[in-house]
């Protein structure tokens, strides 16, 4: 596991290596990366039951989540190049399967196109190679609220998630923000992740910002929700203009996290998908 071993007490600085955890001990590597708001550790679940199969499976807090190094500013670019020092860093030599939801998803493509000797094979979840103005629209009421949210000392998680109602109408949305609320030192509240920088950044944050690239000719499973507003028909062509070798699953019953709203689909699909050692399953 590489450091910081712990959640930060304090800021984080810059730099330093990405937080992981890594299950398994043998088998093909595949690394995990989370969308926005998220941690690695959203993945587990699915992971555990890909280890379970033959594989290690890496879960990745990017910049600026979960226990990651903060930066002073947002850049898909940067967080592609801090995930690629860390995929060489942790197995130098070897390639990777990367799975990737939303901006996670954007960053996979961009290892995967800039740094394609790292990548084995790619999945991508729910997001195309585009610019989406629907992130900024999407995300400003729910970090407006995190903004708004008393982290003093007598809060608590309840009156924090009263707090957040008015900003987050659904549950679940909900209770996904506040896995990022962690205690301080002088016994207030923090949010783990740099909100005011990515409060700052939603319209980066939803951009495509790499050009200059040939594509990847690596193996790629598009992951994509039957109710997600992230993509239609119309992300098609540039997403293959960029990964000729892609195969497209429509995931019914799922919007824009298909791997929560259906993840025994998503499970079957990566199981048919990554390599694993030892017998088939």
């Not at 020092?85 to 130098?92: D, I, S």
């Amino acid at each position: 596991m590489s450091s910081p071993a712990a959640a930060p007490a304090t800021v984080p600085t810059e730099g330093g290596r990405l937080y992981t955890r890594t299950l398994g001990e043998s088998g093909p590597r595949i690394a995990f990366l989370h969308g926005v708001l998220g941690q690695g550790r959203n993945w587990t679940t699915i992971a555990k039951a890909l280890v379970a199969g033959g594989r290690r499976a890496t879960l990745i807090d990017l910049p600026n989540h979960g226990r990651s190094p903060w930066t002073a500013e947002f850049s898909h670019r940067d967080m592609t190049d801090a995930v690629a020092a860390e995929l060489a860093a942790l197995a130098p030599g070897e390639q990777w399967a990367i799975v990737g939801h939303s901006m996670g998803g954007k960053v996979a493509m961009m290892v995967a196109l800039r740094f394609p000797e790292l990548v084995e094979r790619l999945v991508v979840v729910d997001v195309a190679p585009m610019s989406y103005g629907s992130v900024e629209r999407g995300f400003t009421s729910i970090m407006e609220g995190m903004h708004r949210v008393d982290l003093g000392p007598t809060t608590t998680r309840e009156s924090a998630e009263e707090s957040l109602r008015p900003w987050i109408g659904s549950p679940t949305v909900r209770a996904f923000v506040l896995q990022n609320l962690r205690r301080d030192p002088n016994g207030g509240w923090m949010w783990q992740l740099n909100l005011d920088l990515l409060r700052h950044n939603l319209g980066p944050l939803g951009g495509w910002d790499i050009a200059d690239v040939g594509p990847y000719e690596g193996p790629v499973l598009w992951l994509t929700g039957s109710d997600s507003e992230y993509v239609n028909d119309d992300a098609v062509p540039a997403m293959r203009a960029l990964f000729p070798r892609t195969q497209r699953i429509t995931v019914k019953n799922a919007g824009h996290w298909v791997h929560s709203e259906q993840p025994e689909v998503t499970l079957a699909a990566l199981e048919r998908f990554l390599p694993h050692e030892g017998p088939s399953h």
